[in-house]
């Protein structure tokens, strides 16, 4: 099946820094999302982004399905951006969505 | 309702008792998701229903495992003689339309149960 792999594995940031979190995967896809999960565990949307460029508020990604990788910036960043971040992708052949192992991102003040 | 809701949201049983978990989808989805998280990991895919059909179960990871969809609405997932190796999160996500391509297949998940297996 589809290989997803994120990096960094961990990342510590000082209030207001900015970051970019990649996913790299390994085959071609039909979803890719972008997730991030919050110390109660709940997984939250951030995008839906099988291809091109999407923006909310101080949060970005990019996906370049051609070159099989996508990326999440995060600028100015918030003690509460805090937790681990997922991306998961779909592809053709299947229904799941396989999770990459995430970054877990600690912001400081 | 308003997004997908899980009950219970934690669970305690002895090894060996069954168990049933349940969930909720988003009002009008057509797809249904399950998926188990181990502590550390990301999640993990189980099976998947597109209204009351069950068109994928090769993730679950033995006959213990059982799931149900029976009027296309409410899951339940039911793991029986639980082992301490059954401990986990167990997530349940919806889509509004189908999960192939083409389709659009946001999935979005429920808070999730925890399962300790003692």
């Known amino acids: 099946g589809i290989q997803v792999e994120q990096s960094p594995p961990d990342l510590i940031l000082q209030e207001g820094a900015n970051s970019t979190l990649r996913c790299n995967f390994s085959?071609?896809?039909?979803?890719l999302q972008w997730f991030h999960q919050n110390p109660w565990g709940q997984l939250i949307n951030l995008f839906y982004i099988p291809s091109g460029t999407k923006q909310n508020g101080r949060l970005s990604a990019t996906t370049v399905a051609t070159e099989r990788y996508s990326l999440l910036y995060i600028s100015s960043s918030q003690t509460t951006d805090s937790g681990v971040y997922f991306c998961a992708a779909q592809t053709n052949s299947g229904y799941a969505l396989n999770f990459g192992k995430g970054t877990s991102l600690l912001v400081t003040p | 309702g308003a997004g997908v809701s899980q009950s219970p949201r934690y669970k305690v049983a002895k090894r060996g008792q069954d168990v049933a978990l349940r969930c909720d989808p988003i009002s009008g989805h057509v797809s249904l998701f399950w998926y188990q998280q181990a502590l550390g990991q990301g999640p993990e895919f189980l099976t998947y229903f597109q209204n009351e059909a069950q068109l994928d179960k090769s993730g679950l990871p033995s006959d213990r495992f059982f799931a149900e969809r029976p009027e296309g609405s409410v899951s339940t997932l039911k793991i029986q003689r639980t082992q301490q190796e059954d401990s986990a999160v167990y997530l349940c996500?919806?889509?509004?339309?189908?999960?192939?391509?083409?389709?659009?297949?946001?999935?979005?998940f429920g808070p999730g149960t925890r399962l300790t297996v003692l």
């Open positions: 996500a919806s889509s509004l339309e189908p999960g192939l391509a083409g389709y659009y297949n946001e999935q979005f």
């Open positions: 085959d071609s896809v039909n979803n």
